[in-house]
């Protein structure tokens, strides 16, 4: 049986490792799985599927501000390493690189923590 289930995120959410989401206000919508197994007319045997990740997605706050800042400090660090004459320099900027690269991605993805 496929159920669905839909509501506005008024109230907190924890997801253990994926942190706890404040109310965010965001409508939101919950596709369920229900399997039974159903034996000489008792059910003796059901299972309830969801897809988190899903939900999560559908919860997060993106701040497109702060994306776009990093976006354009990326641009930068791009050049800088196209100019970058030695291996000691391009390496510095490759490491500035990564870590401008996983702040741009805990803004999209702030619950994914590596």
Known sequence: MDLRASGTHLGALE?????????????????????????DGYIVFTSLSLDVQELIQQLTVIDYAALMRHRDRIVDLRLELGEAGDADRRRDVAQRLGRELDATRHVIRPYFKA
Not at 24 to 36: P, V
């Open 15 to 39: 997801f253990g490792s994926s942190g706890t989401f404040k109310p965010t206000g965001a409508h939101a919508s919950l596709r369920l799985r229900e399997l039974l197994d159903v034996r």
